[in-house]
């Protein structure tokens, strides 16, 4: 494997595992709060929507990122 493709490959394992690590964090976050009243987790369709809407907008902000330079 050439140095070009090298880069490329750390790039996305490095993608993959914090975006795993995100997604653990917030799973975290959930189950605790629902510990926290005593009820089970629940995710509204209006929060999935608020949530699907913010990782757009990460996922704009980095490529945003890469088109200024």
């Known amino acids: 494997m050439n140095l070009k493709e090298n880069w ?9 595992v914090i975006g ?3 997604g653990a964090g917030a799973a975290y ?6 510990e926290q ?3 089970r987790p629940k995710l ?3 929060e999935g ?7 757009f907008g990460l996922l704009r902000l980095v490529s945003g990122l890469i088109d200024e330079k």
Do not use: D, S
């Open 20 to 22: 795993a690590l995100t």
């Open 37 to 39: 009243q005593n009820a």
């Open 29 to 34: 976050i959930l189950v605790y709060r629902a």
């Open 44 to 46: 509204t369709p209006g």
């Open 49 to 55: 929507v608020k949530l699907g809407l913010g990782v």
């Open 8 to 16: 490329k490959l750390r790039t996305m394992i490095i993608g993959a």
